[in-house]
T-cell receptor, first 115, second 117 residues
């Protein structure tokens, strides 16, 4: 158990809908990262937050947004969902800003199925 | 730019035989390298990481990897495979520099390891 929690574990929804995925980092970790794992694209970095502020951005669609709250939990909002958004969404956390050798600890993931 | 190539999408071995999972990386700066494992329906677990202190890195569950700068490789090995090693393995690179992409991990496409009894 990494100490990173994600809810829900599974989510089934329809195209055009909006969902929110939640992540609680390990105690003491200030950075939260979101990754998407799909058969087509593999594991891709979406976005990083550090202590409430956006730190780095990857291949995140404009329909997706995220935020990190004062208690350091994070939410990933996915809107106008398309079939291709079906994937496993991972959250990870690390102690600091994630520079270099800092280890990222991964949650169990949320499996999203868009029908 | 950073990238990782895992040379085999599938590797099959018999229990008790050695495991070799190959990884080549590309990095504009001094890389940090990791191997993560993903068991079915589980999250990603860190196996080991290269911290530049030693080129031979020992990880959990008997795995180790050797950083070879001249070959830009970071292959993962284990002397004797166990049934519980069956999983997907990801080679990952990041960099200590990089501006707006600081801290992001770049994943390989993964190698599925099958262990036969």
């Amino acid at each position: 158990d990494s100490g990173v929690t994600q809810t829900p574990k599974h989510l089934i929804t329809a195209t055009g809908q909006r969902v929110t995925l939640r992540c609680s980092p390990r105690s003491g970790d200030l950075s939260v990262y979101w990754y998407q794992q799909s058969l087509d694209q593999g594991l891709q970095f979406l976005i990083q937050y550090y202590n409430g502020e956006e730190r780095a951005k990857g291949n995140i669609l404009e329909r997706f947004s995220a935020q990190q709250f004062p208690d350091l939990h994070s939410e990933l909002n996915l809107s106008s969902l398309e079939l291709g958004d079906s994937a496993l969404y991972f959250c990870a956390s690390s102690v600091g800003t994630g520079i270099g050798q800092e280890t990222q600890y991964f949650g169990p993931g949320t499996r999203l199925l868009v029908l | 730019a950073q990238s990782v190539t895992q040379l085999d999408s599938h590797v099959s071995v018999s229990e008790g035989t050695p495991v070799l999972l190959r990884c080549n990386y590309s990095s504009s700066y001094s890389p940090s390298l990791f191997w993560y494992v993903q068991h079915p329906n589980k999250g990603l677990q860190l196996l080991l990481k290269y911290t530049s202190a030693a080129t031979l890195v020992k990880g959990i569950n008997g795995f180790e990897a050797e950083f070879k700068k001249s070959e830009t490789s970071f292959h993962l090995t284990k002397p004797s495979a166990h049934m519980s090693d069956a999983a997907e393995y990801f080679c990952v690179v990041t960099s200590s520099r990089g501006g707006s992409t600081l801290g992001r991990l770049y994943f390989g496409r993964g190698t599925q390891l099958t262990v036969w009894p």
